[in-house]
């Protein structure tokens, strides 16, 4: 199995920086795209950004320029560095991995238990 454990929200005012970290842990053979997602109250999750093994990164349009997501892979962690934080970023953050537990098996998408985020004055 495959665990998944972010770590760094909390309360912010608008205009601050957070930084959300996601250490995955287990029985690993490979991580492919390690992904951020959010849900705030009373609506769906939606996804925020994600990044591949070899580091390239795609964000959703209400985020680009403001979030940068990033990995270490020696570590099986991403990060997810938000500025210019705006109330409606406010949602429990949830980080996700396509990992597989056996060399060429098959990759499985795993979820973390996920981290508030609360943007407010």
């Known amino acids: 199995q495959v665990q998944l454990v972010e770590s760094g929200g909390g309360l912010v005012q608008p205009g601050g920086s957070l930084r959300l970290s996601c250490a995955a842990s287990?029985?690993?053979?490979?991580?492919?795209?390690m992904g951020w997602y959010r849900q705030a109250p009373g609506k769906q999750r939606e996804f925020v950004a994600r990044i591949t093994s070899d580091g390239s990164a795609s964000y959703t349009d209400s985020v680009r320029g403001r979030f940068t997501a990033s990995r270490d892979n020696a570590k099986n962690t991403v990060y997810l560095q938000m500025n210019s934080l705006k109330p409606e970023d406010t949602a429990v953050y949830y980080c996700n991995a396509l990992a597989t537990t056996q060399a060429m098996g098959p990759y499985r998408t795993y979820w973390g238990q996920g981290t508030q985020v609360t943007v407010s004055s």
């Open positions: 287990g029985s690993i053979s490979s991580i492919g795209t």
